[in-house]
């Protein structure tokens, strides 16, 4: 089965950008994945899916400064003009017909 | 609008079964593609995915907690069902239901915490 796997921690000043990283398995790496924002005390919020092209498909609501994109194996989460509320954990999830997993989720702190 | 809600009991003890009801509302789990899972996360740790339903009542397991885990839907209540046997304490965690249709979680229920203690 896949494996994803995210850097544990990450932080970024108020106003700046911060780019998260997802790394796909090596046989997964055409995967699409799905980035979740956990922030504290609350359940997880769906931001979007990420194809492995670049393209990605955010969810209802989600601000426009959040992006994606992909690189091989790699797939990112890009959050422009940092806000305090941006302070999380975010998780990437995929998924096969068998299947879900998660990431170890990324706590991103905003300075 | 789709919501999902978990209920169940917020404390069960060591080796009993845990029971746990999604009730959502906004779809339908006979729509082809939409999916009904259950996902875990003990306190200050990740998230863990446990079971899926599709639509069709075909049902996918965590190959870790496989034989310890029941997932059942009920189309007219709407509601789905986890059973998960023998309890232990490291099993202590929030429990969250999801909804997907074709993929990914799309959108996560509040959470229910579940404490496993004697």
């Known amino acids: 089965q896949p494996v994803l796997t995210q850097s544990s921690s990450a932080s970024a000043s108020l106003g700046s950008s911060v780019k998260l990283t997802c790394t796909l398995s090596?046989?997964?790496?055409?995967?699409?994945i799905a980035w979740h924002q956990q922030q504290p005390g609350k359940a997880p919020r769906y931001l979007m899916k990420?194809?492995?092209?670049?393209?990605?498909n955010k969810g209802s609501g989600v601000p426009d400064r959040f992006s994606g994109s992909s690189s091989g194996a790699a797939r990112y989460l890009t959050i422009s003009n940092l806000q305090s509320e941006d302070e999380a954990d975010y998780y990437c999830?995929?998924?096969?017909?068998?299947?879900?997993?998660f990431g170890g989720g990324t706590k991103l702190t905003v300075l | 609008q789709i919501t999902l809600k978990e209920s169940g009991p917020t404390l069960v003890k060591p080796t009993q079964t845990l029971t746990l009801t999604c009730t959502f509302s906004?779809?339908?789990?006979?729509?082809?593609?939409?999916?009904v899972g259950w996902i875990r996360q003990p306190p200050g740790k990740a998230l863990e995915w446990l079971a899926l339903?599709?639509?069709?009542?075909?049902?996918r397991y965590s190959p870790s907690l496989k034989s310890r885990l029941t997932i059942t839907k009920d189309i007219s209540k709407p509601q789905v069902v986890l059973t998960m046997t023998n309890m232990d304490p490291v099993d202590t965690a929030t429990y969250y239901c999801?909804?997907?249709?074709?993929?990914?979680?799309?959108?996560w229920g509040q959470g229910t915490l579940v404490t496993v203690s004697s």
């Open positions: 999801a909804h997907s249709n074709r993929g990914g979680t799309e959108y």
């Open positions: 906004g779809f339908s789990l006979t729509t082809s593609g939409v999916v």
């Open positions: 339903i599709y639509w069709d009542d075909d049902k």
């Open positions: 090596r046989r997964h790496i055409n995967y699409i």
């Open positions: 990420l194809e492995d092209s670049g393209d990605y």
């Open positions: 999830e995929t998924w096969d017909s068998n299947t879900r997993v």
